[in-house]
C-alpha cells in the first residue's frame, strides 16, 4: 500500500503540553498535507508541505519533512482542549495522478 | 454558504436498495473528489473529477459504484444493489485545480445499510 501511515494511534496529553505524531510512507511524493477531523465532521485542512521543502510552521503547528527517511511529523505546541481530534496526514505520489493517500490517523486527547 | 455541502448527512437504507450521494463543491473549484471512510479509519480514495471528467475509476471498489459530474459542480456518487459493507462515511473534497492544493472537506454522508 502507498498510504501514509500515523503514529501514534493515540495520544493523550494535558493542556499545555508539546503533542508529535509523525507519518510515514512509502513511494516518492510531491507534497504531504495535515488535516485534522473532529468528531462526526469533514476534515479540515492545516498545512502543505512540498517535497522540497524541510519544515513549515502555522501558529503553533510545525510540520517538517524527511525525504531520505520517506517520513514527517506534525508538532502542536501548548495544546488546547479544543485541539482534541484525529489527525491525519495525506500524500500525492510521483505518477500518482492525483489520488490522495490518507493514513489511518492519530486520535489526539487533550485534556483540560 | 461557502463550503462543500454533501446531501444526505445520514442515510439508513435496506440491502440490496440503490442509494444515489450528492456533493456540491466550493464554487469555481474545478477537482472533486471522493472518499470512503470507515468506523475508525483512514480515508479510502474513490474517485477524482477534473471538470467533468473522471480519469481514473480504478479507486471505486466495485462496478456497483459509479459516480457523475455534471456542468463541472454537482457530482453524484450511486451505489447499486447496497451490501452492508458499504456501511461508511462517504466525503467529498473540492480543490481550485488539481495536484498542490489543500482539499476543503464536506462533513460527509453516513450510509447504514440495514
Known amino acids: 500500500s502507498q498510504q501514509g501511515e500515523e503514529d501514534p494511534q493515540a495520544l493523550s496529553i494535558q493542556e499545555g503540553e508539546n503533542a508529535t505524531m509523525n507519518c510515514s510512507y512509502k513511494?516518492?511524493?510531491?507534497?504531504l498535507q495535515w488535516y485534522r477531523q473532529n468528531s462526526g465532521r469533514g476534515l479540515v485542512h492545516l498545512i502543505l508541505i512540498r517535497s522540497n521543502e524541510r519544515e513549515k510552521h502555522s501558529g503553533r503547528l510545525r510540520v517538517t519533512l524527511d525525504t531520505s527517511k520517506k517520513s514527517s511529523s506534525l508538532l502542536i505546541t501548548a495544546s488546547r482542549a479544543a485541539d482534541t481530534a484525529s489527525y491525519f496526514c495525506a500524500t500525492d505520489h510521483i505518477g500518482g495522478f492525483n489520488k490522495f493517500y490518507f493514513g489511518s490517523g492519530t486520535k489526539l486527547n487533550v485534556k483540560p | 454558504g461557502a463550503g462543500v455541502s454533501q446531501s444526505p448527512s445520514n442515510k439508513v437504507t435496506e440491502k440490496g436498495k440503490d442509494v444515489e450521494l450528492r456533493c456540491d463543491p466550493i464554487s469555481g473549484h474545478t477537482a472533486l473528489y471522493w472518499y470512503r471512510q470507515s468506523l475508525g479509519q483512514g480515508l479510502e480514495f474513490l474517485i477524482y473529477?477534473?471538470?467533468?471528467?473522471?480519469?481514473?475509476k480504478s479507486g471505486l471498489p466495485s462496478d456497483r459504484f459509479s459516480a457523475e459530474r455534471t456542468g463541472g459542480s454537482v457530482s453524484t456518487l450511486t451505489i447499486q444493489r447496497t451490501q452492508q459493507e458499504d456501511s461508511a462515511v462517504y466525503l467529498c473534497?473540492?480543490?481550485?485545480?488539481?495536484?498542490?492544493?489543500?482539499?476543503?472537506f464536506g462533513d460527509g454522508t453516513r450510509l447504514s445499510i440495514l
Open positions: 513511494t516518492s511524493i510531491n507534497n
Open positions: 473534497a473540492s480543490s481550485p485545480q488539481m495536484g498542490n492544493q489543500p482539499q476543503h
Open positions: 473529477f477534473q471538470g467533468n471528467s473522471a480519469p481514473d
